[in-house]
């Protein structure tokens, strides 16, 4: 039996909506994201963010894991380390606030056509 999301929980499209946008804010290429490499210093900041953001928009950290192709360790592991880089890093604030609230207003929505 398939879990149903939460109430409110994000789809995969709204997934699809947040890593666009976070390409947009960033400039980083959005297939960059999803790469198994670490990669430089700003793409794993912005793919840390993402797992934030998906994950506080009631997402779980298996959700999270299965759409990027990760485990949900590395999914708590980068909680857990942007949150520790926000409480030390204004640019690491901004990005949260960005991904947070500019352009997220697909969230829960159906797509359009």
């Known amino acids: 039996m398939r879990k149903l999301p939460l109430l409110g929980a994000p789809l995969p499209h709204d997934f699809d909506a947040l890593v ?3 390409s947009e804010l ?14 430089e210093a700003r793409v794993a900041q ?29 999914i708590i592991h980068g909680c857990n380390s ?19 609230s500019t352009g997220l207003e697909t969230i829960n929505k159906e797509p359009t056509q």
Do not use: C, N
Request: glycine residues 10%; charged residues 20%.
């Open 20 to 22: 666009t946008r976070a």
């Open 26 to 39: 960033s400039g980083v290429p959005a297939e960059k994201f999803f790469g198994k490499t670490r990669g």
């Open 46 to 74: 912005w793919r840390m963010a993402l797992y934030h953001a998906m994950r506080h928009r009631g997402s779980t950290f298996a959700e999270i894991a299965s759409y990027f192709g990760r485990t949900h360790g590395t």
């Open 82 to 100: 942007i949150s520790d880089q926000a409480d030390v890093s204004t640019l690491v604030q901004d990005i949260l606030t960005q991904l947070g």
